[in-house]
């Protein structure tokens, strides 16, 4: 898709915003055996660079599906990155495809073929004679010296497209590398200079549809902004994206936004951005100086990994309780067994002394205990999905709260660890906001 | 493209094997805010079904894109697996797109709208008016019901490509579930009478690229297998997909492999099929009549969890304790203060003594101890990813190994986890395997 060109110099309209394509190659991404993590991280490097992508596509290792769907893309986007394809083995046919679109022939470099050859010397590799196809490229193309052992090009189509046509190795690190050293610059000059920045606001507690109807409303009519929802088994992010004349303008324009989303979603904002439930507890922990400890029956555990998994966790989280049976919440907790056996495993009675006993035995300011019916089987005739969550304060006091959770055995663990996460987060916020 | 129809039933010439794309759908993807591993995921499904994928697309929630790149897949591949797009935001558009391309109006289905209203009373949540816009699908098309909230179906589009549409929800969870009840089937009687069974073998303690060079030399020349490896942080899959004229036929084919491969690793072995490493040792506790208890700092209570998410662990797991602090391991676990300070918190007799505290305090048969320095800091200078872990057998007896574990924090602690599991797993086995 044409920008436009004199000269040669592709130009375009000034207020046509600049679409994109990764064209990601290789079979091992539609047989399954890997996950094409390229395409993810090229579309939000575009993105930051003021490109829209419209397509991510992946093809087999064929010449002629290649071909077919970089014929396809050129005639709907202004630049292509070609992600893959340029290894020394004969399935490797990104050079030759890009060739055969452009109509031009491959042509060998002896600067690039010295540098494959001293990047072998310095890694004490053999080189195999087939290494040295890669110093072949394009006529014409621009080359981007190895990092790893292969070269990328960028290549303008001949019209009508032009579409500009980037090939980057698919490792990974190879790809970022050469994205960043080489096609970076490329991009800038292309897309002029709009910028964007994304927002994250992390909720629990209410369902997608829910979030977007409250947020959508919101949002009318603003074409600087894209928002998308994204749910997951613990939380829904709602996520905005704000262009911009240049980062600072994004990032500055994207404020007043975020603080009307988390207005409009009250206490069902756990955090913004990089700050999600677990983060946000032992932050609000650690400014209070304070810690916290578990009792978990149903969740087995979940709810102290959930919070241990996060780097310097052990500042706050003393430790817990996994009282599974019967006997735990008894010989580990100290409940009493008449009572357990009175109301029920699953009950509020026997949720509030597991709270109580997670910060008596072990010294928290706080203790948390949860007890529900994860299935897939009832619970004394309890339907599946009953939860109960409390919290023992610092000053001894005991809430309990219950509902019925929906979802598998796994999102009922997951949503119960979470309400009872965001049940302290709420008591730690001191100026709480309301409390539903 | 067309497999052909007779009175509206889709065949196929015999020998033309059946080519699939998967088109997801969601701007978050292009944003680069998401990787897509649904097409991973369906890709191997469909692999292991006897079906070739030949693209993966992913288009933005803008409908003119949609349905261009709908068009285009459909004059390449017999079956398009959609996925995202069917929930009940304004953004969601695979119902009118596919009804589009159709030709055919979305018709509203009375009992999807009242399985729909029936998950949302089972949660208890407020259903919005606009999740009823999730029980419109297109005229003429199979409904899938929901197992979340959203509803799919398949729809085959008119001559001239008769290429059969399937939609399925973009969360993973969904649409692995809806792709097992109602697409697995409908693809095999597309993909004809050759049927495939996939074999799963599970693998703890060793690296991938170890595990491919043991097991890529049994299986040279075998053109009725698909060999493919899969690796998560707490395990390695090898997968070998067997095919053959019947069902019956592919997994007898199938057992001897299984046997060779399981031969071949020996004790690395941790289960096959839907046997992972925590249903093994549940079960095998539970064949015996013994329970297990934990007491763990490293992993925060994940390995008790990693036995509680599976359905039915309340009959073998008892509980166990967090003991995250020095604090927590002296009140709780009962462990001697001076001990912990001397030996260090992550340390063998430290280790030693929670296995013994997770068995006595809890009176079960089996106690699992585990200490290690997950990172991102050392502790007490050890590099990261030191770990040890231990097991209080029935006679009281412990056991205590230790090595370095690599990886992220998130790694060290899943596979750390994996490293006592095993090591229940393999005392379970009264004819024990070679003990590494």
Not at 279 to 307: H, I
Not at 341 to 347: K, M, Y
Not at 370 to 379: L, Y
Not at 403 to 428: F, K, T, W
Request: hydrophobic fraction near 45%.
């Amino acid at each position: 898709m044409t920008l436009g060109t004199i000269d040669g110099i592709v130009i375009r309209e000034p207020d046509e915003p600049v679409r994109a394509a990764v064209l990601s190659v290789g079979s091992e991404l539609l047989l399954g055996d890997l996950t094409d993590t390229n395409a993810t991280w090229v579309s939000l490097r575009l993105r930051e660079l003021g490109v829209e992508v419209v397509h991510h596509l992946a093809v087999r290792d064929v010449l002629a599906e290649f071909l077919d769907a970089l014929a396809w893309l050129a005639e709907r986007v202004h630049l292509i990155v070609v992600g893959g394809g340029l290894g020394p083995t004969v399935d490797d046919l990104t050079r030759e495809a890009i060739a055969e679109a452009a109509g031009v022939p491959l042509e060998h470099h002896d600067d690039l073929a010295e540098m494959i050859a001293e990047r072998f010397r310095a890694g004490r590799f053999e080189m195999a004679r087939q290494n040295l196809k890669q110093a072949l490229i394009p006529k014409g193309a621009t080359p981007y010296p190895p990092v790893g052992t292969a070269p990328g090009f960028g290549l303008t189509l001949p019209e009508p497209t032009a579409t500009r046509v980037v090939a980057l190795p698919g490792v990974p690190w190879e790809l970022k590398e050469l994205f960043g050293r080489f096609v970076a610059d490329e991009v800038r000059q292309l897309a002029g200079a709009r910028a964007t920045v994304t927002r994250i606001v992390h909720v629990v507690g209410r369902g997608e549809s829910n979030v977007a109807s409250v947020i959508e409303p919101l949002l009318e009519g603003r074409d600087d902004v894209v928002l998308s929802f994204l749910a997951r088994s613990s939380e829904i992010q709602v996520r905005l994206t704000v262009s911009a004349e240049d980062p600072h303008a994004a990032r500055a324009a994207s404020q007043p936004l975020v603080e009307e989303v988390v207005a409009a979603l009250g206490s069902a904002v756990v955090g913004v951005d990089d700050d999600v439930l677990e983060d946000v507890v032992l932050r609000l922990l650690q400014e209070r100086g304070q810690t916290v400890a578990t009792a978990e029956s149903a969740t087995g555990g979940d709810v102290a990994a959930r919070l241990a998994r996060v780097a310097g966790a052990s500042a706050s989280l003393v430790g817990g309780m996994v009282v599974y049976t019967a006997a735990a919440k008894d010989g580990l907790a100290g409940l009493d067994a008449a009572l357990v056996a009175a109301e029920g495993e699953v009950s509020e009675a026997v949720t509030r002394d597991l709270a109580r006993a997670a910060r008596e035995r072990t010294g928290a300011d706080w203790g948390i205990g949860v007890t529900g019916v994860a299935g897939p089987s009832m619970v004394d005739d309890l339907p599946i999905g009953s939860c109960f969550w409390a919290l023992a304060h610092p000053n001894g006091e005991v809430e309990v709260h219950g509902r019925r959770i929906p979802g598998d055995r796994g999102q009922v663990i997951a949503r119960l660890g979470s309400a009872a996460l965001d049940l302290l987060r709420r008591r730690l916020l001191v100026d709480g906001v309301d409390d539903d």
